[in-house]
Structure formats: C-alpha cells, structure tokens
C-alpha cells in the first residue's frame, strides 16, 4: 500500500486548491481516505474522510464546508478541493489510508507525506 500526494503550493488568502493523493497497491474500495495537516509545532489533526466504498464523507471542525473530499476510482486518486483559505489553513498535508470513517490519526495505517499548502496574505 502506498500513498502519494502532490498538488501543493502558495495560495493567496481567500484562495482555492486542490491536492491530489494518488493510492498504489490497493483499490480505493477497500479503504476509508482521510486528509490531514500538520502546521510546525502542532499536533496532526484530521480534515475530512471519505469511505470510497459507499461514498460517506466527513468533515471536522477545522475545514466545516471549505474542504470538499472526493475520489475517481478510475485513477485510484483521492482528491481534497480546499476554498476560502485562511493563514491557518497553512500547514503541510498528508492522506492514510485506514478501515473506517475517523478523522483520529491512529484509525489510519498507511501514510502519505503530502506537500505543503502555504496561504499568503
């Protein structure tokens, strides 16, 4: 299993970007995907989730309707579509892999270490 993510960069406040995770060596159906962020000195903390299966998704506090979770199984690639970015939207993100809808880091086995999404004023 391997996760591949790509697609960061600089925004400008109030901006949009979409970032892409690309999922080799499983089929998207078999897992739950979730986004997540970790800015210096913080803690990694959950976005959104998504159960490719039967398309369930979840957003926490920290995005609410900004970030939008989808996936084409066609080219086994998870996308998270971010808006209305804010400066503490920075941070760099990564996508796992896991066997449920969580956003808790330890629900998810398989990591990709994903770009780093900068929002500039």
């Known amino acids: 299993v391997q996760l591949q993510a790509s697609g960061g960069g600089l925004v400008q406040l109030g901006g949009s970007l979409t970032i892409s995770c690309d999922a080799s060596?499983?089929?998207?159906?078999?897992?739950?995907i979730a986004w997540f962020r970790q800015a210096p000195g913080q803690e990694r903390v959950g976005l959104s989730c998504?159960?490719?299966?039967?398309?369930?998704?979840y957003n926490t506090h920290f995005v609410g309707d900004r970030f939008t979770i989808s996936k084409d199984n066609s080219k086994n690639t998870v996308y998270l579509q971010m808006n209305s970015l804010k400066l503490e939207d920075t941070a760099v993100y990564h996508c796992?892999?896991?066997?449920?809808?969580?956003?808790?880091?330890?629900?998810?086995?398989?990591w990709g270490r994903g770009p780093q999404v900068t929002v500039s004023s």
């Open positions: 796992a892999a896991g066997t449920g809808l969580s956003a808790l880091t330890t629900h998810y086995a398989y």
């Open positions: 060596g499983f089929t998207l159906d078999d897992y739950a």
């Open positions: 998504l159960t490719t299966k039967d398309g369930k998704t």
